[in-house]
């Protein structure tokens, strides 16, 4: 992404631009391509070097290609509206999902009928039964994550089925400190999927047939830059200018409009959308930040192996109560194994350790208690990612929208993952917030421009 063609020309002179976007990440992207169809003169720029924000990838010497980031995408996303020359970059997959529970047993993911609820055995159904039982008769009031699950599964499954442990390696904080504004948005699934009585009726009810499904595919083996160039192409042939690895100083407002001052040119633009982490937007107007809006750092380990793995799935979640490592997900099951070897890369929150060698031993240890990936497991590399998505910790929400409204004050537009300080699972997600927020600021400055 180093061609000359995606950089601004060094000048003197500032240039002028209808908007300038900040951050060329999913958000930053699908925001320019919607400015550009309304024929804006935009400007993309990311401190990044890179286009794509955190869907970053890392190939070693020997060949070997990880990433940080969404792996799976859709063939009916709404980023294709967008976008439609990423189609052909994707790489098909029949993804599937597996999770360790806390009995040490690799099973289904969420939640499975037979090793959570059955292989609990007559005392722990019953139990299971008597607890759900008695949180939809006397917890019915809900303050967090927590309170939201244990409504819909009881407490002794949440427990035992891993959930509540895996919440807290997700999120970083205990579930009980999880706002319960983000249990209703983002867990949905428990009650729709993992509630008791939805979990019994799939065991004992036969499947009806769900009709075509859309189809899974993967980010180009070679890695997200040959995904994400495409978009890039076709943004510059609608006028979209893009400057990466950006030093970016000041943002400021004089009577011709913002001012984005930065180490070798300065943009000028009657309207600014911002994309990247709330506090380095206000940094940059150089106001304090008055609201502690935390994030994840994550540490991503990037493995090869040789030997017997223990699973057949292809991305394992950590419900278990040990262990620091969230998920992991081997590659080689999508693009094929290196010289015979197989890779993957494994997640790990940083609030749970320190570093990537203390990551290593610590998922090393793990796994060899779990009986998984017996033979040669090698590390080619990791890589630390700061800002990687929200801590919704109690308050967090509320927090947010206050700082929007304080940037918002200042005209400036904060959207996306970091801009809205709102945690999007998938491209998806990310493209239809993006739409929603630009049509509702659309609508608003045609009304205003009517009221005038």
């Not at 993309?44 to 070693?60: A, F, K």
């Not at 009928?113 to 008769?137: K, N």
């Not at 978009?231 to 913002?258: H, I, N, P």
């Amino acid at each position: 992404m180093d061609d000359a063609s995606h950089r601004t020309q060094n000048s003197s002179v500032a240039q002028q631009f209808d908007v300038i976007v900040l951050g060329a990440g999913i958000s930053g992207l699908v925001a320019a391509s919607i400015l550009s169809a309304e024929g804006c003169k935009v400007l993309v720029v990311d401190e990044y070097d890179h286009v794509g924000g955190n869907h970053i990838n890392w190939t070693s010497n020997e060949g070997y290609t990880f990433d940080i980031g969404s792996l799976i995408f859709q063939d009916d996303s709404p980023l294709l509206r967008h976008f439609p020359e990423l189609l052909p970059h994707y790489v098909p997959i029949t993804p599937s999902w597996g999770r360790l529970n806390p009995q040490g047993v690799i099973t289904a993911y969420p939640i499975s009928v037979r090793e959570d609820i059955l292989g609990a055995g007559p005392i722990g159904l019953t139990r299971i039964f008597a607890s759900v039982l008695y949180a939809r008769l006397f917890k019915r009031s809900m303050s967090n994550a927590k309170d939201f699950a244990r409504f819909w599964i009881g407490s002794y499954l949440l427990h035992r089925s891993g959930l509540e442990t895996y919440m807290k390696r997700f999120y970083g904080v205990e579930a009980e400190e999880i706002d319960i504004d983000l249990a209703r948005k983002r867990m949905l699934w428990i009650s729709e999927y993992a509630s008791v009585l939805n979990l019994v009726k799939r065991a004992f009810m036969k499947r009806r047939s769900a009709g075509p499904k859309n189809r899974q595919m993967a980010r180009p083996r070679e890695g997200f830059d040959a995904l994400y160039l495409a978009a890039v192409k076709r943004l510059e042939r609608s006028g979209v200018t893009f400057k990466l690895s950006a030093a970016m100083q000041r943002l400021d407002k004089s009577q011709d409009g913002f001012r984005l001052h930065m180490a070798d040119s300065t943009a000028i633009a009657g309207r600014v959308v911002s994309t990247i982490p709330i506090p380095r937007t206000e940094s940059l107007w150089g106001i304090a930040s008055l609201q502690k809006l935390h994030t994840i750092t994550l540490i991503s380990l990037y493995f090869s192996f040789s030997g017997e793995r223990g699973f057949d799935q292809s991305i394992i979640y950590n419900f278990s109560h040990d262990g620091a490592w969230k998920r992991l997900t081997v590659y080689s099951d999508f693009y094929g194994k290196v010289r015979e070897r197989e890779y993957f890369a494994v997640e790990v929150i940083a609030n749970h350790v320190a570093s990537p060698a203390q990551a290593e031993a610590n998922f090393r240890r793990h796994v060899l208690a779990n009986g998984m990936f017996k033979g040669d497991l090698k590390l080619e590399g990791s890589q630390v990612l700061e800002s990687a998505y929200p801590i919704y910790s109690k308050g967090a929400a509320t927090n947010a929208a206050a700082a929007i409204a304080r940037l918002q004050a200042l005209g400036v537009e904060s959207i996306g993952r970091q801009g809205a300080f709102n945690y999007q699972p998938t491209a998806r997600v990310s493209t239809i917030d993006v739409e929603v927020a630009m049509a509702s600021r659309s609508s608003a400055l045609e009304f205003n421009s009517r009221v005038r």
